[in-house]
């Protein structure tokens, strides 16, 4: 088992597909790859582990919102590390607002 985890979840209430764009792992693996696609109205999530000993995990996806033309990207960044406070954050296009539930906190992390 990983030292240290972080479940990301994303609730999609627009009223189009985030699709995949790209991501960065600084540190650790992928759990679970984020998927590549989330249809309005549904719930995915993902799973980044520490790999290595006295390691965390930090990352960022990004998404497109699946509308034509559309050069906006939903940013997802986290980083739990083995000593220190976790941290989040999360950014989008000026149409969109982007919401984080909860605060991260802990080894085993869920951001939502």
């Known amino acids: 088992m990983a ?16 699709v995949f764009d790209h991501n960065s792992i600084q540190h650790g693996i992928w ?6 696609r989330i249809e309005p109205g549904t719930l995915k999530q993902w799973v980044a582990e520490s ?19 559309s050069t906006g990207l939903v940013r997802l960044h986290w980083d739990n590390p083995f000593v220190g ?16 539930l909860g605060d991260g906190s802990g080894n085993d992390a869920t951001a939502h």
């Open 31 to 36: 759990g679970s790859n984020p998927p590549p």
């Open 51 to 69: 790999d290595g000993v006295a390691t965390g995990t930090e990352g960022t996806v990004w998404y497109r919102l699946d509308i034509p033309g």
């Open 85 to 100: 406070s976790n941290n989040f954050d999360q950014s989008g296009p000026p149409v969109v607002t982007v919401v984080r």
């Open 3 to 18: 030292a240290r985890s972080v479940t990301i979840k994303v609730d999609n209430k627009f009223d189009v597909a985030l």
